[in-house]
């Protein structure tokens, strides 16, 4: 692709540059397949249901829809719940607490590709943010080396703070975008899941690159892709 058709990219994390997706589905899928087996409920969360309802999502958002959709009822709770209490805020931060130990025990290393790109980009003097649903996002560009690459990050910690809707709404971005002082229409969003397309294409930016990592490509284009790649080195 040509960049200089761009002044900004505008990057989602898991999965895109880190292989954190992965760490969030494991934690996913641990803490939600006790809550239903606690219930008696045979149906068993799935990889299926990572990506239809929590996959981009803010956390609370996520456990909010998969509950839904399993017809069970919690009370909403608070953000500050404890992570053994049965509330929106309990379960949302017991996958947190899952989340952290794997991290902690298993450490993170960047998408090869995904550096190559950065790299690219820093030579043309592309400016670059962070946009990501979870609030552990400056944890993992930590661990993974790459913290002072971002001068943004708007992860779900600065959209709590400033009020902006979660993906797929495009109001994180656009709001990462004012920040680089970025037109959106001269700003490229990269996002492997299909509410973070949606939301790229709800903000009507430049070019939105759809990052296949399980979540198919045709999904990503129907929920607003322009292109899909495998990896992001084929965008170097």
């Known amino acids: 692709m040509d960049w200089s058709d761009y002044d900004a990219a505008l990057f989602d994390l898991d999965g895109v540059i880190t292989p954190t997706a992965e760490v969030h589905r494991r934690a996913w899928d641990q803490m939600f ?3 239903l087996s606690e219930r008696g409920v045979k149906e068993p969360y799935t990889d299926a249901d990572y990506y239809r309802y929590v996959d981009g999502k803010p956390r609370y958002d996520g456990v909010r829809s998969f509950l839904e959709s399993r017809g069970i009822e919690l009370p909403e709770g608070t953000p500050d719940d ?3 209490e049965e509330t929106v805020g309990g379960l949302g ?3 947190n607490v899952l989340f952290e ?3 902690d025990r298993d450490g993170v290393q960047a998408y090869p590709g995904s550096v190559a790109l950065l790299d690219a980009l820093a030579e043309r003097g592309t400016r670059v943010a962070v946009v990501s649903s979870s609030r552990n996002a400056p944890k993992v560009l930590r661990a993974a080396g790459l913290i002072e690459r971002f001068p943004i990050i708007v ?3 600065v959209a709590a703070d400033r009020q902006l809707a979660g993906k797929p709404a495009p109001d994180t971005y656009l709001f990462a975008g004012q920040q680089l002082d970025v037109e959106p229409s001269r700003a490229v969003v990269l996002e492997d899941a299909t509410s973070g397309v949606a939301a790229g294409r709800a903000g ?3 070019l939105v690159v759809g990052v296949d990592r399980g979540a198919g490509a045709d999904a990503l284009r129907e929920h607003g892709a322009d292109v899909v790649v495998d ?3 084929e965008l170097v």
Request: avoid cysteine; charged fraction near 40%.
């Open 33 to 35: 397949n006790d809550v």
């Open 82 to 84: 404890a992570p053994e």
């Open 93 to 95: 931060n017991r996958k």
């Open 101 to 103: 130990e794997i991290l």
């Open 155 to 157: 992860d779900g910690a």
């Open 204 to 206: 009507r930016f430049g």
């Open 231 to 233: 990896d992001l080195q």
